[in-house]
């Protein structure tokens, strides 16, 4: 770590993956916008939906400028809502929490990147669906991440559902081209472990991946670097793909109040996960992000009946 709390300065690798992330934030909101315009979908606007990328900079617990981020939120007439953000940031994690973050204990500098995707379609046929890659650094180096995907209704809510069928099989396979570094069946468990709510004891949603602390060599290890970043890569470009025709094959049917309603109690639940478990928003309030773009998570509208 830096005596400036960003190694990215010395390290190209990391300022790399920084420069990846921006792209990625970019492709991803081609990507959507073009959904938009193929769709009328049932906003209250008859123009497609465009994103508003508005840039921010934190500053660390100190006073220091601790790097910040672009927020991309698009209010559309096929997305409800939809986030896609990106971020750069570094300083040191709070007391408190430095002693939850691998690496920090020790020292308590951090310098971290990522995208984070959460999509809230108007259709309750149209499942709402997340995905974030990111990539930290402490005195340890490690990706995380993962992609999954929640139907609204009850009825497709089920594993042999073909959107979810087809959701699960583009992570699986993205983790069998990256085999060496990418446990398939491990990270499909750690996800139906991870999006659960305890409290129902009742899954988020149908599943896909999660991991974190990936770091196949251990700090040292420049080659591992390079396979667990391409997995990463392939986790990004592959939720576009999937995402892009689960909207497709669902955006022009049409659904009744009722299925409305099921999704506002079905979008409750998102809320529930988001604000008690999440570990992504707990990390970005804990490190001063964007509070904005860290909630702008939760669904336009939800229900609790």
């Known amino acids: 770590m830096s005596e400036t709390g960003d190694p990215s300065r010395a390290d190209p690798r990391l300022a790399a993956a920084a420069a990846w992330f921006g792209g990625l934030q970019l492709r991803l909101v081609s990507a959507m916008e ?42 559309g007439r096929l997305f409800e809502k939809m986030g896609v953000h990106r971020s750069t940031v570094s300083g040191a994690f709070p007391a408190e929490f430095a002693a939850q973050i691998p690496g920090a204990a020790e020292d308590p500098r951090f310098w971290a990147a990522g995208v ?42 089920v594993q042999t559902d073909p959107d979810a069928v087809l959701f699960r099989a583009a992570m699986r396979e993205a983790c069998l081209r990256h085999a060496g570094v990418a446990d398939a069946g491990r990270f499909e468990a750690w ?76 979008r409750g639940r998102y809320v529930e996960f988001n604000l008690l478990y999440d570990r992504g928003t707990i990390f970005g309030l804990k490190t001063g992000g964007n509070i904005a773009s860290i909630l702008s998570s939760m669904p336009p509208e939800a229900r609790w009946p």
């Open 191 to 266: 996800c139906d472990e991870y999006f659960f709510l305890p409290h129902r004891d009742e899954p988020r949603g149908i599943g896909g991946i999660f991991f974190d602390r990936l770091n196949s060599a251990g700090d040292a290890g420049n080659s591992a670097f390079e396979d667990d970043f391409a997995f990463v890569r392939d986790v990004g470009e592959s939720f576009i793909s999937v995402y892009s025709e689960i909207v497709r094959r669902n955006a022009s049917r049409p659904w009744s109040v009722a299925e409305r309603e099921a999704q506002g109690v079905r």
């Open 116 to 157: 984070s995707v959460i999509a809230h379609p108007w259709s309750p046929h149209v499942p709402t669906a997340h995905m974030n890659v990111r990539l930290v650094r402490t005195t340890k180096t490690w990706f995380g991440g993962g992609a999954d995907l929640t139907p609204m209704l009850d009825e497709r809510r």
């Open 34 to 75: 073009g959904l938009e315009r193929e769709f009328p979908g049932a906003g209250p606007s008859r123009a497609p939906g465009r994103f508003v990328l508005e840039p921010w900079s934190r500053t660390d617990a100190s006073g220091a400028p601790g790097g910040g981020g672009r927020m991309g939120v698009l209010r």
